[in-house]
């Protein structure tokens, strides 16, 4: 019983707090009432978070009146006046509250912490999106790629940051202080985007492969007993092989795309022999899509297949037989790359040839696919056997893919692949039939 009262009393003074700040008129004691809210906030216990996020949606909302009203006098007379008065009465106050947090000590990081703990809401509580939409407007404002810092993380770089790379490399993980050292030698490089608020906490790092061509297996990327390539003239290649988010608080708000093509512009001009720039990239969800049908098309989508490439997707999924099989079955009885029948290869090649070079620009196309497609890139190569970790056998049957950033070409690219074309090489489009 007291301790349900104490939780009472902690989001009490947290709500009370906050009409505190939000009512504030001038800025003397805005910094002490931000850090009062901050203070309150991580009192909270997680189930008290729901209760705080509502009160957040419920009062502190735009007068829906006040909106008609100025939304009338814009309509009209479509002058400076009415426009700023629109502006103002449609913006929810909690924007303002985010505002005078983020002048608190550490508000940037409380903030960031605090749409950590909203993500976790959403899904049974979808009204809150409107208080995450207001957030993250001001998050994407504030970790504009302008404001953002690009460092090379390398073996000096201080040790909680690379702490931070062993915790959140998200696509191969990384086996210790060993395998960092050598994901971190001359052949191989680590950039990361900080924010002056967060000195040393990398927000989005890449890392990269020097290499005399583009590879196609991973394995010899990440091992770390791999010898040191220090002949800089045999760089031709810079491979992206990993790009990975490390706060759950920024989800959605984009950095990754300006992190590589900076990269590449910095890798160029370290190393004028370097010509190509590509990435060897995982297919998540791909086993799955097969699964469930080997659909590229929805409601919205305008894809249609020709005859000879529906007729491949349907003998494809004939010889795979996931039907009758799934796939973790297939797995257990011992199935890899090496033992697969030349049938069962061209199938699985074909029906991945489809899924990215198709169906990536749909809105339910492959993540992976559509950061890079979306970024400028082209889908270069689908590569058997690319990764035979245990994930990547369960996730993609072991196939890996090659985007291309021609750094001459990206914006066009993207460009077309907003407008639903994809960018694909003629490899690609050989591998669509049978």
């Known amino acids: 019983m007291l301790e349900k009262l104490a939780k009472a009393r902690y989001l009490s003074r947290l709500t009370g707090a906050v009409n505190r700040l939000i009512s504030e008129r001038g800025e003397s004691n805005a910094v002490s009432m931000a850090d009062e809210v901050i203070h309150n906030y991580r009192k909270l216990s997680k189930d008290q978070h729901a209760k705080f996020f509502t009160f957040l949606f419920e009062k502190l909302n735009p007068d829906p009146v006040s909106v008609m009203t100025a939304a009338q006098h814009f309509s009209a007379e479509a002058n400076a006046r009415n426009y700023i008065k629109l502006q103002r009465v449609t913006e929810p106050p909690r924007q303002e509250l985010f505002r005078r947090l983020n002048r608190a000590s550490n508000g940037t990081a409380a903030l960031v912490e605090m749409r950590r703990d909203l993500l976790q809401l959403l899904d049974k509580l979808p009204e809150l999106t409107a208080v995450d939409f207001d957030l993250r407007h001001l998050l994407s404002s504030w970790f504009n790629p302008g404001f953002l810092k690009m460092h090379r993380v390398d073996w000096k770089s201080p040790a909680e940051v690379l702490e931070k790379l062993i915790k959140h490399e998200a696509v191969h993980a990384i086996d210790g202080w060993d395998d960092l050292r050598r994901r971190l030698q001359p052949d191989r490089r680590c950039f990361a985007f900080f924010h002056p608020q ?237």
Not at 342 to 353: M, P, T, V
Not at 392 to 416: C, F, K, P, T, W
């Open 198 to 434: 967060l000195p040393n906490e990398p927000l989005i790092f890449v890392e990269v492969a020097l290499l005399p061509e583009i590879p196609a297996v991973i394995t010899p990327l990440v091992d770390k007993k791999a010898e040191t390539m220090h002949q800089t003239s045999h760089y031709k290649v810079a491979a992206f092989y990993s790009i990975s988010n490390c706060e759950p608080g920024l989800r959605g708000v984009s950095m990754g795309n300006f992190l590589i093509k900076r990269v590449a512009e910095q890798l160029q001009a370290e190393f004028p022999s370097l010509k190509t720039f590509v990435t060897l990239s995982p297919i998540p969800g791909f086993v799955d899509w097969i699964a469930a049908g080997a659909d590229i098309a929805n409601e919205k989508s305008s894809v249609q297949l020709k005859p000879a490439i529906r007729t491949a997707r349907e003998q494809a999924l004939e010889i795979l037989g996931l039907a009758n099989r799934s796939w973790t079955e297939r797995l257990g009885a011992g199935w890899h790359p090496d033992n697969a029948t030349e049938r069962e290869k061209s199938a699985l090649l074909c029906l991945a040839s489809i899924y990215l070079g198709l169906g990536s620009a749909n809105r339910n196309g492959n993540p992976v696919a559509k950061f890079h497609l979306g970024n400028g890139a082209r889908l270069h190569q689908i590569n058997w056997a690319g990764d035979l970790s245990r994930k990547g056998l369960r996730q993609s049957a072991s196939i890996m893919v090659n985007y291309l950033y021609d750094l001459s070409s990206v914006e066009e690219n993207h460009e077309r692949f907003t407008q639903g074309q994809i960018d694909y090489s003629r490899a690609v489009g050989r591998l669509m039939t049978l």
